[in-house]
């Protein structure tokens, strides 16, 4: 792994040498953004929960573009799963430098018929799975004095929206989550933000019927739905070493839907 290391700091690029997990990244903004920082040099892992196949496709198009990345598979909602993928993650490299906490998932419903199953799993996943890696991963991060997290937020979780009280307030409370570990992380050099995206082009809103996609675009300023790279370009930038002033930020990357 060594070797690794050595071609990935003499790569070009504002994030060579730097190692990174991805959560989430075997599709959509996920992907986009384990395929950005690898392009800019980082050893990229790429982490999956259901979609190996698909998360193996990242990482080979990763290497064949030139650059390094590895699958590592594990349901961020599972403790002990994230502290085994630390902990290998360690072992093999030697560091982790960026963690971004994309995985995440929708079940939709209104409060009345919201089932109790429903509302814990989109907890589980989205704002338990960022307590998990950061977790088992700050104190490796408090020994480097740097690393850079960065938590995938959404408008939803900073306006609300009916239908999705489960998804809104998992991502709310990752905006108090990221505060609170940015004020625990600053002294040591440790940078944690949350970028909020409004509503992007991925499966997610794709699984969406065609009058709430329609709703969701009308309630966009700029009138169009968000691209994958729109929300990689910010995680890249919050990733390297030109944010390294900005912690407990909330960057919204919505068309303006948050006004
Ligand atoms: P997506 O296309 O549905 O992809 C979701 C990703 O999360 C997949 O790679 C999936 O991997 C992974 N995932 C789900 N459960 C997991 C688990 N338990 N452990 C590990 N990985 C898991 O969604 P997306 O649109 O790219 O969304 C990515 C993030 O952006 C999410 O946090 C989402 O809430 C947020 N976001 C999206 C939008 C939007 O408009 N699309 C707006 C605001 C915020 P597997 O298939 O391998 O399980």
């Known amino acids: 792994m060594e070797e690794i290391m050595n071609q990935n700091k003499a790569a070009a690029g504002e994030l060579a040498g730097k190692v990174a997990l991805v959560t989430g990244a075997s599709r959509g903004i996920g992907r986009g953004i384990a395929g950005k920082l690898a ?14 196949q698909r998360a193996r496709e990242v990482a080979k198009e990763i290497i064949n573009a030139g650059g390094h990345a590895e699958c590592i598979g594990c349901d961020v909602s599972d403790f002990t799963a994230c502290g085994g993928m ?3 993650i360690m072992e093999k490299y030697g560091r982790i430098d960026i963690l971004v906490n994309n995985a995440g998932v929708t079940r939709d419903n209104l409060i009345m018929r919201m089932s109790e199953e429903d509302y814990d799993r989109v907890l589980d996943i989205n704002l338990k799975g960022a307590f998990n890696t950061i977790r088992h991963l700050s104190k490796y991060f408090l020994k480097q004095r740097s690393g850079k997290i960065v938590n995938i937020s959404s408008v939803s979780g900073v306006m609300g929206n009916a239908g999705q009280a489960n998804y809104s307030a998992s991502k709310a409370g990752l905006i108090g989550l990221t505060k609170s570990v940015a004020r625990e992380l600053a002294s040591r050099g440790v940078c944690v933000n949350a970028v909020a995206p409004g509503f992007i082009d991925t499966e997610m809103t794709q699984a969406l019927s065609q009058k709430a996609r329609e709703a969701g675009v009308a309630a966009v300023p700029m009138g169009r739905m968000g691209s994958v790279e729109d929300i990689a370009e910010i995680v890249a930038f919050l990733a390297g070493n030109k944010s390294d002033y900005i912690t407990g930020q909330v960057i919204c990357v919505d068309g303006g839907m948050a006004i």
């Open 39 to 52: 392009a800019q040099g980082a050893v990229v892992l790429v982490n999956y929960n259901g979609s190996e």
């Open 86 to 88: 630390v902990e290998y």
